[in-house]
């Protein structure tokens, strides 16, 4: 019986030591951390880090205006990429080969529907 409760124990503790590992895991991963991780990296860099002072020192003075033209900005490569998807379908519209006939095929959608000169479903007496 004893070996029943050392295993209900060691499950317990694994399973306490996997709760651990996920929540740091998921603090590694979250938003802020991965921002200050990337501006890290930046400011290793000798080239980037006077410019990413300046930047930093910027953007918290005015966060309003950052965010506003962060906005813009993130509208702008939004509708760039649904032009750039318009024009690729329209592109591939272009090429698709069409039947081509010598019939002339004028549509108005305001004039009123052709109807057959004879029907063809009405019973004929012999």
Not at 32 to 44: H, K, S, T, Y
Not at 57 to 75: E, F, Q, S, T
């Amino acid at each position: 019986m004893s070996s029943m409760n050392d295993l209900e124990r060691e499950i317990e503790e694994s399973r306490a030591r996997l709760d651990e590992t996920i929540d740091q895991i998921q603090g590694r991963l979250s938003v802020p951390n991965l921002v200050d991780e990337m501006l890290g990296n930046a400011r290793r860099v000798p080239q980037l880090a006077n410019t990413y002072d300046t930047v930093l020192d910027a953007v918290r003075r005015n966060p309003v205006p950052v965010l506003l033209i962060a906005a813009g900005v993130g509208m702008l490569f939004s509708r760039m990429g649904k032009e750039a998807e318009r024009r690729r379908t329209h592109l591939s519209a272009a090429r698709v080969d069409t039947l081509t006939t010598d019939a002339v095929r004028d549509y108005d959608p305001d004039a009123p529907a052709a109807r057959p000169t004879h029907d063809p479903v009405a019973k004929t007496e012999l």
